[in-house]
Nanobody, 122 residues
Framework: QVQLVESGGGLVQAGESLRLSCTASRSILSIDAMEWYRQAPGKQRELVAR???????NYADSVKGRFTISRHDAKNSVYLQMNSLKPEDTAVYYCYADTLRFLSDGTTWTGWGQGTQVTVSS
C-alpha cells in the first residue's frame, strides 16, 4: 500500500509564502509525473503545476512566476513553493502521482494524496 502525505498548508496573509510537501510512503525508482492540483469551495479541481520524470515543468497561467514545483528524489518528495500568495489561491491543495515505480519491486502506482488546506487572507 502506498500513501502520499501532504504537509505545509496553513493560514497566511496576502503576499506571504508557503511551501507544500508531498512525500510517498515507499522509495521511488522513477515517476512519469507528479502534479499539484487545487480545489476551492464550489469550484472544480484544477491543475496548478506539473513536473515530469525528466524534470520538465508546467504551470497554470494563474500561478506562473509565483509558484515553483520541484522534486527531491532521495526523499521521495515533491514540493510546491508558493510566493506572493493571493486570496484567490485559497483552496485545498492535492498531490497527484502519475505512475510511480517503486525501488523495492518495480510495481507501479497512480493516485492522490489527502490534501492540505491553504488559506490566504486579504
Amino acid at each position: 500500500q502506498v500513501q502520499l502525505v501532504e504537509s505545509g498548508g496553513g493560514l497566511v496573509q496576502a503576499g506571504e509564502s508557503l511551501r507544500l510537501s508531498c512525500t510517498a510512503s515507499r522509495s521511488i525508482l522513477s515517476i512519469d509525473a507528479m502534479e499539484w492540483y487545487r480545489q476551492a469551495p464550489g469550484k472544480q479541481r484544477e491543475l496548478v503545476a506539473r513536473i515530469t520524470g525528466g524534470g520538465s515543468t508546467n504551470y497554470a497561467d494563474s500561478v506562473k512566476g509565483r509558484f515553483t514545483i520541484s522534486r527531491h528524489d532521495a526523499k521521495n518528495s515533491v514540493y510546491l513553493q508558493m510566493n506572493s500568495l493571493k486570496p484567490e489561491d485559497t483552496a485545498v491543495y492535492y498531490c497527484y502521482a502519475d505512475t510511480l515505480r517503486f525501488l523495492s519491486d518495480g510495481t507501479t502506482w497512480t493516485g492522490w494524496g489527502q490534501g492540505t488546506q491553504v488559506t490566504v487572507s486579504s
